[in-house]
């Protein structure tokens, strides 16, 4: 607690400015990497515009979406949820059953989507957020299983066959939104939308009080956190990120079955966000295109491009464990003018 | 002088044991009360009675006339009470202004939209909350880097930004659990220095300490605990010559009555 004493004199090494390492990390952390990243996007359709690699890039970005509201929950708060998918599956079946009842553009249940997610956010959180760890990932996988099994039995939702024929996402005149170029480009308004209000989310008040309950739930209690409160709140804006990729999951395929929902899926997103880095937006935006895209690129190992797949995952965390890109916990240091030295000085309390 | 901090037969027990039992003190703003007592008599228990993270089993806890026995820790933080820990809870993996960030949870000044649409509302309050932030480590004298996680820096610098956390809590009262474990005696004759400036920003400071030297300078009054039961409370004066004290750090003279100790034990 002074200057000339062991205990001060031990700060971290500065990283040091020039090596290629350094430069590499200056540019990464740049605030603005997201728009090459949203330019990259936007071109796509230029540089491939088959059919076929349209749908796999649309499936692609709706997996960036699931993935970027798994990190709120797992990668913010350290809640780990297993049955993740089934808010994925509260979005699209509520998207397609009222736009199919009621003939409306699936874009106008967006409402609805939100306020049903949230519903499901609150019904699922409420009772397991009481739960600390392991207890929560096995009840979260129940009740991810839970919600599959309840659509694969309900009239409502169309039974095992589930529900097809879904009308457009939006009609303006002659021109269907759905055709898959436009839909395309929609996605990608959207979903850079949601990343990127992901992100903001991540470095606000409420963000920080989800990292100070990821770290120390008691500390964190101790400086007036209703932690409850917070984990729900945590939950229920991931249950919103999944409603929203369910619906374009839901207009994207125009058909919504059980089978979209398994705890394979679950897993696969979980498995993007640990591979992008937890509780880093920008590396799980990696992670959820590593995961989503690789498989379709390694088609030429044809029966055993899962295998490719599996042992491609395994090596990265061998070697990576913390991710691709992992959450770094540096910020600027003070900038302090003489001004603000004055002020700072004379300031009481 | 108002009593901030109004604790009365607090009682707490696990199982067969009575960890604390029958505590009562008060505080007042601007003073410093010192808590000290052997390992294990209870003295950690009776902070985390008052803090609401655990639950008395008798007795009651006020503050400024309210009663807060048994509430969650959150809604007594709200209340007015700011605490630090016996062994660091720090968040390591979050930077020095971060943790201290922390502190200033209730303040307020956003909410959700204002983040996602980084409003002029939003970017004033995160202005603030850096400010604040430098404020309070400035006013503990840390020295460190502040960009960095904070398991990176020496437990001493641990130390200072765990309790300018507590400080940008902004409470009336103050908890600091052993707030000069571990460190060396420069630290704490800042430590002493740092504990008389923040009662004198008006908070009633309520502080547990093994170091004798340190209690008997700081402390106004003193509360001496020895099995969860409190067996004095006095000025420093008053403590230091209270013969129970004495029996209860250095034991009893051997020549002691053999009998008494019979019936002592036979009461345990």
């Known amino acids: 607690m002074s200057e000339n004493t062991d205990t001060t ?14 430069r590499l990390t200056a540019i990464f952390e740049n605030k603005y990497i997201g728009w090459p990243a949203l330019g990259i996007a936007l071109l796509m359709p230029f540089i491939t515009a088959s059919a076929y690699s349209l749908n796999v890039m649309t499936t692609a970005l709706i997996f960036v ?13 350290g809640l780990l949820d297993l049955g993740y998918i089934a ?4 979005g699209a079946y509520t998207a397609g059953i009222l736009s199919k009842m009621f003939e409306l553009p699936v874009l106008f249940t967006l409402p609805a989507v939100i306020v049903m997610t949230v519903l499901a956010g609150l019904l699922i959180g409420a009772p397991t957020l009481r739960l600390r760890s392991d207890y929560l990932a096995i009840v979260t996988l129940g009740f991810g299983e839970i919600t599959r099994i309840t659509a694969n039995n309900l009239q409502l939702t169309g039974g095992p066959s589930g529900i097809f024929g879904i009308p457009s996402f939006l009609t303006i005149g002659e021109l269907d939104l759905q055709q898959p170029v436009i ?3 929609i996605t990608v308004v959207m979903v850079a939308g949601l990343v990127l209000a992901a992100a903001r989310l991540g470095k606000s008040r409420l963000g920080r009080a989800w990292r100070y309950v990821k770290e120390d739930e008691d500390a964190a209690e101790a400086m007036g956190i209703h932690t409850y409160k917070v984990k729900l709140l945590a939950y229920i804006f991931g249950a919103v990120w999944g409603g929203f990729a369910g619906i374009l999951f839901a207009s994207h395929l125009s058909a919504v079955s059980p089978q979209s929902f398994l705890f394979l899926q679950s897993a696969l997103v979980l498995m993007a966000v640990v591979l992008g880095g937890m509780g880093n937006m920008k590396g799980v935006v990696i992670g959820a295109l590593v995961i989503s895209l690789l498989p379709e690129l390694l088609r030429d190992f044809a029966e055993y491009r899962y295998l490719v797949f599996g042992v491609l995952l395994v090596v990265v965390m061998v070697f990576r464990p913390q991710g691709f890109w992992p959450a770094r916990g540096y910020e600027p240091e003070r900038k302090m003018t003489a001004v603000d030295a004055a002020v700072a000085e004379g300031r009481s309390r | 002088m108002s009593a901030v901090l109004e604790v ?3 009682q707490i027990q696990f199982g067969g044991v009575k960890a604390v039992d029958g505590l009562s003190f008060v505080a007042n703003a601007k003073e410093i009360i010192a808590v000290i007592g052997p390992n294990g008599a209870g003295k950690t228990s009776a902070f985390n009675c008052i803090t609401g993270f655990y639950k008395p089993t008798g007795g009651s806890v006020k503050l400024n006339g309210t009663d807060i026995t048994g509430k969650r820790p959150a809604d007594i933080a709200a209340g007015g009470v700011s605490r630090t820990f016996q062994n660091l809870r720090l968040f390591p993996d979050l930077t020095v202004l971060d943790n201290v960030r922390a502190g200033m949870h209730l303040y307020g000044g956003q909410n959700f939209l204002d983040a996602i649409f980084h409003t002029p509302r939003f970017k004033r309050s995160e202005t603030l909350y850096t400010d604040e932030a430098h404020y309070w480590l400035d006013f503990v004298g840390y020295k460190g880097q502040r960009g960095v996680p904070i398991r990176n820096l020496a437990y001493g610098q641990q130390k200072q930004v765990e309790i300018a956390r507590a400080l940008a809590r902004k409470a009336e009262l103050l908890l600091l659990d052993e707030p000069a474990a571990g460190l060396n005696h420069n630290e704490k004759q800042t430590l002493l220095e740092l504990v008389r400036r923040i009662r004198d920003l008006g908070t009633a400071v309520v502080l547990i300490e093994h170091d004798m030297g340190l209690v008997m300078e700081v402390s106004e009054r003193i509360v001496v605990m020895n099995f969860g039961k409190e067996i004095a409370e006095g000025t420093p004066a008053e403590v230091k010559a209270n013969p129970s004290v004495i029996e209860a750090y250095l034991g009893k003279d051997d020549d002691a009555n053999d009998e008494e100790e019979v019936s002592s034990r036979g009461d345990a």
Do not use: H, M, Q
């Not at chain 1, 979406?65 to 990190?71: D, E, I, P, T, Y």
């Open chain 2, 8 to 10: 009365s037969d607090l």
């Open chain 1, 65 to 77: 979406v699931l993935a970027a509201g798994l990190n709120i929950v797992v990668g913010y708060c």
């Open chain 1, 9 to 22: 004199f031990a700060p971290p090494p500065p990283r040091t400015k020039n090596t290629l390492g350094a």
């Open chain 1, 87 to 90: 808010f994925l599956a509260v």
């Open chain 1, 183 to 185: 839909f395309y480009y």
